[in-house]
Structures are given as C-alpha cells and as structure tokens.
C-alpha cells in the first residue's frame, strides 16, 4: 500500500504560480512511477503529466504543457507540481497518482483525497 497526501492548493489570481505537493508514505515510493491529475466540476478527470520512477522523464498533457512542470523528490517521497501562468480554466481538484510501471496515462492504483485550486480572473 501506498499512500498519498497532497498539499499546497490554494487561491490565485490568473498569471500566477502555484508548487503542489504530494507526499508519499508506506511501500517504496521511489520504484513508482506518479502522476498528477485533476477534475474540474462536471467535467471527466484529466491527465496532466507523469514522471517514472526514476525522475529521468516526464509527459505532459495538451493543456499544460509548457506551464506545469513535474519533479520528485525521492529522498523525501514526495512528488511536485509546479504551475505557471495559471489560467481560471485550470480551476479544479488536483490528485496526485501512484502506480508501478504504469506510467504516463495509467491506470494508477494508489490515489490522493485530492487539493483544491482555485485560479480567480
């Protein structure tokens, strides 16, 4: 088992940054490959980038590419989303996302509650 707790979801106005994290804790975190997803109100849940578990490559959705970035940390099981330029469209849930060699789209077995962010206009 694996477990995932997410942080740093807040409030923000449109052109501005946030750094989400998630921290992992249980079985080996660094032998994952994770992922970073989000749902918005009425909408399906979407891929917003992976990385494996080695941290030696990443993969980006349409919508973000370019503005988010992912990056781990495996000395301290966590796993970071850094988000630029944010957009009100980028408004949502953010989950972060587990899996052994699954990577980029999944289907990841291990799952976050989820942070809230919130991009005002």
């Known amino acids: 088992q694996v477990q995932l707790v997410e942080s740093g979801g807040g409030l923000v106005q449109a052109g501005g940054s946030l750094r989400l994290s998630c921290a992992a804790s249980g079985r080996t975190f660094s032998g994952y490959d994770m992922a970073w997803f989000r749902q918005a109100p009425g909408k399906e849940r979407e891929f917003l980038g992976s990385i494996n578990w080695s941290g030696s490559w990443t993969s980006y959705g349409d919508s973000v590419k370019g503005r988010f970035t992912i990056s781990r940390d495996n000395a301290k099981n966590t796993v970071y989303l850094q988000m630029n330029s944010l957009k009100p469209e980028d408004t949502a849930v953010y989950y972060c996302?587990?899996?052994?060699?699954?990577?980029?789209?999944?289907?990841?077995?291990?799952w976050g509650q989820g942070t809230q962010v919130t991009v005002s206009s």
């Open positions: 996302a587990a899996g052994f060699g699954v990577a980029p789209r999944g289907p990841y077995d291990y």
